[in-house]
């Protein structure tokens, strides 16, 4: 999903790098007769963004489960949520 929010950035004008974007992923497993099964995931992104950029930012954020190809295999069998910290850089 990280790659798909990066995309949809881009699209829209915002272009980070590096340490500007990242995610940490937590999976949850249980057990179904005696098999760990996936299912739940929790992503927590990281944006450092440039100034003016929020409402940008905040609509792609909206958006990019729902455009995400690795969201929409695993729909209906993994819950996935998220989360983003996000701080404006200076001018």
């Known amino acids: ?12 004008g915002v272009s980070l790098s590096g340490d500007d974007i990242s995610a940490e992923v937590e999976g949850f497993n249980v057990l179904e007769d005696r098999l760990p099964v996936l299912r739940r995931i ?3 992104y ?4 440039p100034p003016a950029a929020r409402e940008l ?3 792609a954020l909206e958006r990019h ?13 993994v819950e996935i949520s998220w989360s983003a910290e996000i701080e404006e850089a200076e001018a």
């Open 1 to 12: 999903m990280l790659g798909t929010l990066n995309g949809a950035l881009e699209v829209r």
């Open 42 to 44: 929790e992503i927590r």
């Open 46 to 49: 990281r944006l450092r963004i």
């Open 57 to 59: 930012v905040e609509r």
């Open 65 to 77: 489960q729902d455009k995400c190809p690795t969201a929409a295999t695993l729909k209906g069998a």
